[in-house]
Nanobody
Framework: QVQLVESGGGLVQPGGSLRLNCAVSGRTFGSDTMGWFRQAPGKEREFVAAISGSGGGTYYADSMKGRFTIARGNAKNTVYLQMNSLKPEDTAVYYC????????????????WGQGTQVTVSS
């Protein structure tokens, strides 16, 4: 089992930036594919981005391409989500998740989740 703790959320104005962090402990960090998901009030959870165990492969939802960047620091057991050009519709609770496979295999096999961090984009 892997433990995930998100941080970095908060209130930001439209057009602003935030960086989310996910501290990971448990399984060997470099063996997991890591992902970010989000859930807005009244909506289903949706995929944001994922990164393979080696960091060599990154995957994004279409609406986040060009604005969000996922990265991992394997030496620090941390996954990051840099979010730029934020919009009010990006307001949601953002969750970090882990899939025990080292390569990305879609959005349905993430088996460990953090508690989430709130991101609010508002003027």
């Amino acid at each position: 089992q892997v433990q995930l703790v998100e941080s970095g959320g908060g209130l930001v104005q439209p057009g602003g930036s935030l960086r989310l962090n996910c501290a990971v402990s448990g399984r060997t960090f470099g063996s997991d594919t890591m992902g970010w998901f989000r859930q807005a009030p009244g909506k289903e959870r949706e995929f944001v981005a994922a990164i393979s165990g080696s960091g060599g492969g990154t995957y994004y939802a279409d609406s986040m391409k060009g604005r969000f960047t996922i990265a991992r620091g394997n030496a620090k057991n941390t996954v990051y989500l840099q979010m730029n050009s934020l919009k009010p519709e990006d307001t949601a609770v953002y969750y970090c998740a882990a899939d025990p496979a080292p390569f990305y295999r879609g959005t349905t096999l993430f088996d460990s989740w953090g508690q989430g961090t709130q991101v609010t984009v508002s003027s």
